[in-house]
């Protein structure tokens, strides 16, 4: 075969032209295009120099009745196949972080009475107390199920555990009627008293050793990207919610016990739910049931 050397400014391949048709090489993945018609050298060869210019993009082309498509390698397409699970994990994230955000619950009952009591950034204090008292619970926990990596049954057991504590978060959600925060006469201060009800309250505990450990294991399977990924969008929507909400209840007293809040809960609720049965369906597949 005959070659031509093409070469764009700052980029280096090579064009070839002969019995089998067009050639044009230079890095990354490449894609096959085809032709059978030797009057089309101009157009694929300058179709070829565009798409590797501006893409950067090996393309040939090869005698056929029509253009075709083909990938070279699966590179890109491992690629593609990681970014969507990161974007998987980082939704289930924010899911479970704006569900708990918004959940009645002592923290969240705290922060309202704060907000009441003290203004909206006392609030926002005792809502940024996850930050500072999650930490431990979550080296812990993930120490804990990484001496359990090989015991399949044992996380199984855990993952139904999990899913039917984002069931009853979920039915908790949809039966919901609006937060009526209690007076707190406590001289404590706001932060400090968000830590304390957060490190005794039940829920951090139940949830990182139930679904948020469990899934930030599985997300290190796939990189550690995708385990950052869920644990901040988790917390950005954690803490944000909380602070969305002193925020609001600082506006308005009533939001609370408005239709915009118990709808929001409800639809949150029917989310959760829906995590709940994947959780069940992960469990069982890893008890071998399914």
């Known amino acids: 075969d005959q070659r031509r050397e ?14 089998h048709g067009i050639f044009f090489g230079g890095r990354g993945e490449g894609i096959l ?19 590797v210019t501006f893409i950067t993009l090996p393309i040939g082309v090869d005698t056929d009745d029509e253009f075709s498509i083909v990938p070279i390698n699966s590179g890109g397409i491992q ?3 990681m970014g969507q699970q990161i974007l998987s994990f980082l939704t289930t994230g924010s899911i479970l972080g704006l569900s708990a955000g918004f959940a009645p619950g002592p923290l969240l009952t705290l922060v309202v009475a704060e907000t009441l009591q003290h203004g909206m950034k006392a609030g926002v204090r005792v809502a940024l107390a996850p930050i500072l008292t999650d930490l431990p619970i979550i080296i812990l926990t993930l120490f804990f199920l990484a001496k359990l990596s090989r015991f399949h049954h044992v996380l199984g057991a855990i993952s139904i555990l999990g899913a039917c504590f984002i069931l009853y978060l979920g039915i908790k959600n949809i039966k919901t009627t609006g937060v009526n925060p209690e007076q707190d006469p406590s001289p404590l201060r706001s932060l400090q008293k968000g830590i304390f ?11 990182w050793f139930t679904v948020g450990g469990p899934t930030t294991m599985k997300a290190m399977e796939v990189s550690l990207i995708a385990a950052i990924y869920f644990i901040g969008s988790f917390y ?55």
């Open 6 to 19: 093409v070469a764009g400014p700052g980029i280096g391949g090579h064009a070839g032209h002969g019995d």
């Open 33 to 51: 295009l085809s032709a059978d018609r030797d009057g089309l050298w101009r157009l694929t060869s300058l179709i070829a120099l565009l798409h």
């Open 197 to 207: 009800v957060n490190a005794l309250s039940p829920y951090p505990y139940l949830f």
């Open 236 to 290: 950005v929507l954690l803490v944000g919610a909380k602070i969305v909400l002193a925020v609001l209840v600082g506006q308005s007293r009533s939001f609370l016990q408005g239709n915009i809040y118990i709808s929001i809960m409800r639809l949150l609720g029917v989310v959760l739910i829906v995590l709940a049965c994947i959780l069940l369906r992960d469990g069982l597949h890893l008890l071998n049931i399914l």
């Open 79 to 81: 690629l593609q196949h």
